[in-house]
Nanobody, 125 residues
């Protein structure tokens, strides 16, 4: 199983960027996909989650610092995860990782079985 993350680069404060995470080898349409990030010199931290909720659709949640600016979504086949990031700030600079699990997972990195390779982007002020 591989998670291919893409969309990094160098942007300016206030810009928008969209990251994508495409799994291969397994589907996660009824599982959990999430984004984490690791700022320079810091631990990996939770950013956003999309978790299958059955008849309720997908549950979504975000860390407080990105609420209202970031949006996680699934592609048409529900297996690709996107992270739309608007109003970017320099403190969003980090390596962003997508993670996936076939079942219920939360906001702790150790809960996830599969990880992408990480995509770096830098927000300049």
């Amino acid at each position: 199983v591989q998670l291919q993350a893409s969309g990094g680069g160098l942007v300016q404060a206030g810009d928008s960027l969209r990251l994508s995470c495409k799994p291969s080898g397994r589907t996660f349409g009824t599982g959990t996909m999430a984004w984490f990030r690791q700022p320079p010199g810091k631990e990996r931290e939770f950013v956003a989650i999309s978790r299958w909720g059955g008849v309720f659709g997908y549950y979504r949640d975000y860390t407080d610092s990105v609420k209202g600016r970031f949006a996680i979504s699934r592609g048409n086949r529900k297996n690709t995860a996107y992270l739309q990031m608007d109003s970017l700030k320099p403190e969003d600079t980090a390596i962003y990782f997508c993670a996936a699990d076939q079942y219920y997972s939360g906001t702790v990195p150790s809960e996830y079985d599969y990880w992408g390779q990480g995509t770096q982007f830098t927000v300049s002020s």
